[in-house]
């Protein structure tokens, strides 16, 4: 039977930004080398073997003889608190999904700066274009920006515009 190997680069590198992706991989990622480490492989073996340094692994075990299986999942990393708290993210979520009325609005959010500035006037909190963006993302919608009005023009009116016509198949000045 024929090995099979998955040696390249841009694989392993796919693979690993995978298994980083979420935080359920992160910690089936750590189980499994911890299982390994219990099995009797050195610390520096489970590293080379999953692309972590030694010293990660270390950590692990450490964490998991301390705490048990909630040592392995992700502890809260520090940064700024949120300016939206839950409920306010989930009414305007709400109000990205329903009509403009509903949201008491004279047009749709279309985009973020006007998503910015309808926080401003609802909640009286300052979001920047970017920040309103990512938070677009992360309640599963996306830009789309609307056709502009030629392309619903009357076709027959178009030809009358063209710079060139199409004569028996070929062009002519």
Known sequence: MKAHTLSKPEIILGLQDE??????????HR?????????????SEVA??????????????????KEGFAGLYDAERPGRPK???????????AVLRGTPN????RG?????????????????????????????????????KPRPVIAHADPDQQVGYKKTEIDNGTRCC
């Open 19 to 28: 298994i980083r992706r979420t935080e359920e991989a992160r910690y089936d």
């Open 108 to 144: 749709h959010i279309a985009d973020w700066k006007t998503l910015s500035a309808y926080i401003m006037k609802r909640y009286g909190i300052s979001l920047g274009e970017w920040q309103c963006q990512r938070m677009f993302s992360q309640l599963g919608f996306r830009l789309r």
């Open 31 to 43: 189980l499994h080398a911890l299982l390994m480490v219990a099995q009797g492989k050195k610390c």
């Open 48 to 65: 080379e073997l999953f692309g972590d340094s030694t010293r990660t692994v270390q950590d692990w075990v450490q964490r998991f003889e």
């Open 83 to 93: 300016r939206l708290n839950g409920e306010q993210r989930q009414e305007i979520g």
């Open 102 to 105: 509903e949201g008491g609005l």
